[in-house]
């Protein structure tokens, strides 16, 4: 039961250009959404969150923007830049119940992001 | 100031063994997490411990056991193995079971032949 869809498996974007990244969830119960970075041989590093309360936040060159009727999200990268190459994983919490403190997480998308 | 550390980082097993991997959270940090990576997909929940007790679980079998000690660090332990099992295994830490401040450990790459 995939709660969490990325449904894009790669990107592939120039140096200097925007790379989008979507992201789908089903759950309405769903109230906070992060963004995390994973390169090879490390575990996920955290990049940039929204709640629901917000439908857009921003941190540098990193923009995330949700649509709660939709129930998609996006993160975009401008620009974009060689460093930015790893797997994108768009995650999901409850922040209140029972499900309180675990993620539900995309199966990833890999960017790629050429010279 | 460390972060999550987790070891061993690589561990190779047979089939019908058991393994244990072992989490130290990030400092100030009391819950940990426990995620399953298998190759090309998202990492899935497993369980959580928090207050040395496991406060929810995912949809993984009994074969998947846990254990946190009072200086919050975590054990996953998984008997019976079976090749499906081989995955990368991911602890996060965090405080009084948020999600602000998530910390993932790196890893441990559990393969099972």
């Known amino acids: 039961d995939q709660q969490v869809k990325q449904n894009s498996p790669s990107l592939s974007v120039q140096e200097g250009r925007i790379s989008i990244l979507n992201c789908d969830y089903t759950?309405?119960?769903?109230?906070?959404f992060l963004w995390y970075k994973k390169y090879p041989a490390e575990g996920p590093t955290f990049l940039i969150s929204?709640?629901?309360?917000?439908d857009k936040n921003e941190d540098g060159r990193f923009t995330v923007f949700l649509n709660k009727s939709a129930k998609h999200l996006s993160l975009h990268i401008v620009p974009s830049q060689p460093g930015d190459s790893a797997v994108y994983f768009c995650?999901?919490?409850?922040?209140?119940?029972?499900?309180?403190?675990?993620?539900?997480f995309g199966r990833g998308t890999q960017l790629t992001v050429w010279p | 100031d460390a972060g999550v550390t987790q070891s061993p980082t690589h561990l190779i097993k047979t089939r019908g063994q058991q393994v244990t991997l072992r989490c130290s959270p990030k400092?100030?940090?009391?819950?940990v997490s426990w995620y399953q990576q298998a190759l090309g997909q998202g990492p899935q929940f497993i369980f959580q411990?928090?207050?040395?007790?496991?406060?929810q679980r995912g949809n993984f079998p009994d074969r998947f056991s846990g254990h946190q000690f009072p200086n919050y660090s975590s054990e996953l332990n998984v008997n019976a193995l079976l090749l499906g099992d081989s995955a990368l295994y991911l602890c996060?830490?965090?405080?009084?079971?948020?999600?602000?401040?998530?910390?993932f450990g790196s890893g441990t790459r559990l393969t099972v032949v």
């Open positions: 929204i709640s629901s309360i917000k």
């Open positions: 759950n309405s119960m769903f109230d906070y």
């Open positions: 996060a830490s965090s405080f009084r079971q948020g999600v602000y401040g998530y910390t």
């Open positions: 411990y928090y207050e040395e007790e496991e406060r």
């Open positions: 400092s100030g940090h009391d819950t």
């Open positions: 995650a999901a919490s409850k922040d209140r119940g029972s499900t309180l403190g675990r993620l539900y």
